[in-house]
């Protein structure tokens, strides 16, 4: 073991960073001109490929379709931990970093994450650093973090390209997850003046409805008392959702919220065929199965109000994120000493932003954290939603992971098992896939 002590070796990892700055911004931009929406990511993730390579590394392609993995190897044996970047953008046509086919964008700031694994990747690779640790590194770039896209989704496992419909989902079910100990990743969020960095906190679980209103095609207007309106169930059905929103438990956090994707073939006819995807999420699994009862009742309301059929299809979505506390207190030490006292802001556990990733299914498998960089403005998934600060959304973040990194592997990875002991895990990742298998289901209700 090269008998370095922590504080030279972060020198040296933060030298590192700040030395190839220039090209770990550019990437993030290159990147970001190149938005593709999840499991479509094939100019990203062969662009990141190629950065990889050129440190080096051997990268493993085609995981999930578009997902990547490289492993940097320490000098010592020990635990193995991941940082991921997610490749997907999501559809804002309005953005003005869109796509002017796909209306992919990235509003959601995943570019930025890239930048950063990079960074990390470059200062990890020096030969002085990589020979203090025990332990190994697994880079890894995970598709289709945004859920959308649903029936695309649905067809691509129709025809066994993919079994479940995001990336690290589909990533743990194919065992890239396997042997790996612990993951970090970090996120945009926007500039509030407070801090640069946020962790803590925790996000909602989620789950889909694909709901198929099918009633009977007539002419509009020469015989409509001969159709079924399937369109006019589905609002039903909506306008039924909305009576139960004073039953949400406040605590829960529940978000129901959904949009018609088809919404009828030509205005002269009856539509005979509605599609309405319901999103449907909460703070914990127990209270997402609740609300998805009281949910399922209100879309076969608008089917039996109509004399319509539906045939609902439950599609399984995110596990709440639970955030490892010890690898948040490395985060946090680092931040500290790289950007000066209070540069982070913790947050309570129980403190839900509302919006669901799928992190949070990784976390109930190993211990995570899953920081915000404070570098954007506008609002998330919006139009208005710009990198303002890459040097701090890029370098710094890079800094602050690849320092968590070397302090969690250094020292014999003394705090990394700290780590590890403390987690209890809820599923193992085969108990994962059975759970999320089960959570598929498909049910046809007909009024008539
Ligand atoms: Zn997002
Ligand atoms: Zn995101």
Redesign the pocket.
Known sequence: MVDSNLDELRAIVIRSIDESSEGLIAAAKSVYGMPETGFNERKTSSFVKKQLEQLNLSVQTGIAITGLKAVIEGSNPGPTIAVIA?LDALRVPSHPGSDSDSGAAHA???HIQIGALLGVATALVNPDVKDSLSGNIVLILTPA??FIDIDERLTRRSNDEIEFLSGKQEMIRLGAFDGIDMAIMI??SNIDGNGNFSVGGTTNAHLTHQVRYIGKSAHAGGAPYKGINALQAAMFANAAINTQRETFVEDDVARVHGIISNGGTSVNAVPDEVLYEGRVRAGSIDALRLLERKVIKCYKAGALAIGAAVEIQTVAGYHPLTQSDSMGKVFVENANLIFGQHSVISEPSDRNHG?S?DMGDLSKIMPVIHPYTKAASGI?HGEDYIIQDYDRAVVSSAKVMAATVLSLLHDGATKAEETIGKFKPHFTPRQYVKSQRERFTTTTYRSQ
């Open positions: 997610e959601c700031g995943h973090e945004e996120h945009a919006g990733t998330g």
